[in-house]
């Protein structure tokens, strides 16, 4: 494992070597408010983002990233960034697949010696890919 330097930073606390974070969110203000510093942070280091958003946030997610600066089109085109959809990444005919999320990652991963970046900040979504069933029983 590769020894980074710098220290990253997440709604203010510092993040040690092995870094996993999960977060819920009330709502998507919450979620970016938090999120935005923390992926700002990462572009002006130089670090590769990959993000993983529903179908339909695309353009909101975008429009988000430009509003802190983020030229994307700029990014995506020298590979330091990744928009990838939920559905690609995860979700197939409307149902999680492990396998195929594996897969994805195992794939990116296996190209990422390749790139010259110093860290790769994966941020995925999971808003609107679980689906609560309820039944009664009377």
Not at 1 to 27: D, E, P, W
Not at 78 to 99: A, K
Not at 105 to 133: H, I, K, N, Y
Request: glycine fraction near 6%.
């Amino acid at each position: 494992m590769r020894k980074i330097s710098a220290s990253i930073s997440l709604a203010g606390s510092q993040l040690g070597q092995t870094r996993h974070v999960c977060a819920f969110f009330n709502s998507d203000e919450e979620e970016y408010r938090v999120l935005l510093p923390f992926i700002k942070d990462g572009f002006e280091r130089g670090d590769k983002a990959i993000h993983v958003v529903n179908p339909n946030q695309h353009h909101d997610h975008l429009k988000r990233l430009a509003g802190i600066g983020i030229d994307s089109t700029a990014v995506q085109r020298n590979g330091q960034f990744e928009l990838r959809s939920s559905t690609e990444t995860y979700i197939q005919d409307g149902r999680f697949d492990q396998d195929r999320m594996l897969q994805s990652f195992e794939q990116r991963r296996a190209a990422m010696p390749r790139e010259d970046f110093p860290l790769v900040a994966l941020s995925a979504a999971w808003t609107g890919c679980l689906t609560v069933s309820r039944t009664s029983t009377i």
